[in-house]
């Protein structure tokens, strides 16, 4: 019998070292974005994910069966905003830290509005982007609320459009003192 010993206790502490820090990475990821994800870039430019934080199945309600299935996370984006994205994302692969907003469809079919930064982390010698780390938030509430916000007001400047006169908003302080709101027409007519 021949045999050979090597003491790997070196290697061994690495790797654990490595596996604790990448586990603090994720639990600060998830802490600060409703979910993040890495994807490692290939040398022919295909990016394969490396890994996902949990919160991204409580958010999207895929689960880790669906990723496997169809891993194109890309190829949930809102086809009207594909375009935009793609050229984000070039803009990270060139080695820019980019944030974006668009549309993804999550499980149920609907689009949730999400926020996308992105950070490109280089190789050791600094000449190509070989991993995008990103965090994602779901922003659907700030924007149907902009939406909202953007429909009032142009409810307000048809209606305004249609007045003829005079429309305005004043309001008076206790002691009888008045502001003008806003107003349309020749106020001081009034």
């Known amino acids: 019998v021949v045999g050979a010993v090597s003491n790997i206790t070196a290697e061994k502490e690495a790797e654990i070292a490595l596996r604790a820090s990448e586990e603090r990475y994720r639990l600060v990821t998830e802490l600060i974005s409703d ?30 069966e669906d990723l496997t ?21 070039d803009r990270t692969l060139a080695g820019e830290e ?4 668009y549309r993804w469809k999550v499980k149920s079919g609907t ?3 999400v926020r996308v930064n992105r950070k490109p982390i280089w190789n050791d ?8 780390v990103m965090a994602v938030s ?13 429909r009032t007001e142009e409810r307000y400047r048809k209606i305004s459009e249609l007045i003829s006169d005079v429309a305005y908003e004043t309001t008076i302080d206790a002691d009888g003192t008045t502001h003008n709101i806003w107003s349309v027409g020749p106020l001081g007519e009034i």
């Open 35 to 64: 979910y993040a994800f890495s994807l490692y870039v290939q040398e022919d430019g295909t990016m394969v994910r490396e890994w996902v934080t949990d919160s991204f199945f409580t958010m999207t309600g895929y689960t880790q």
């Open 69 to 89: 299935a169809e891993p194109d996370v890309i190829g949930r984006t809102h086809p009207d905003d594909l375009e935009f994205v793609y050229s984000e994302i």
């Open 98 to 101: 980019t944030t974006s907003e």
């Open 138 to 150: 779901d922003i659907t509430s700030e924007k149907e609320a902009e939406f909202a916000r953007h």
């Open 111 to 113: 689009y949730i509005w």
């Open 125 to 132: 010698d600094q000449t190509r982007v070989i991993r995008l």
